[in-house]
């Protein structure tokens, strides 16, 4: 019987999700609820979920190991350790980037920003082009 209860109330918690009005009141003020006013005239707002992927950040943040040696220099030898680390890497991004619709990247100051297309596009050439690269 408790289980029963328990049920009820799950189901009617999520049942009672209404929806969401927007108002202006007298002073130019907007608001918005689930309970607009009685004596305004409201309108119901539609509310876009989030995504089902909300922007994986990508797991190689530069172009550059921790040694401040870039992946792409061709002047110098690298070992096959590094090779095999660029290597995945470059699948890593790649991943990320076949299976994300918007990717984010952490700045040089702390702060994250979402990826344009281009620089989708861009970011993903350079994976491609390591990849071929560094995984032989």
């Known amino acids: 019987m408790r289980y029963l209860i328990y049920l009820v109330l799950v189901v009617s918690t999520s049942l009672n999700a209404g929806t969401i009005h927007k108002w202006t009141d007298e002073n130019g003020n907007v608001h918005y609820g689930d309970t607009p006013p009685v004596k305004t005239k409201s309108e119901n707002v539609r509310v876009q979920t989030a995504p089902s992927n909300p922007g994986k950040p990508l ?27 660029y290597c995945n890497e470059a699948r890593a991004d790649l991943n990320v980037i076949n299976n994300s619709s918007r990717i984010r990247v952490k700045q040089s100051d702390g702060t994250e920003r979402y990826l344009s297309d281009a620089e989708i596009a861009k970011r993903k050439a350079e994976s491609e082009a390591a990849v071929d690269r560094f995984c032989n």
């Open 59 to 85: 797991p190689r943040l530069s172009n550059s190991d921790p040694d401040g040696k870039a992946a792409g220099n061709t002047d110098q030898q690298i070992s096959k350790d590094q090779a095999e680390r």
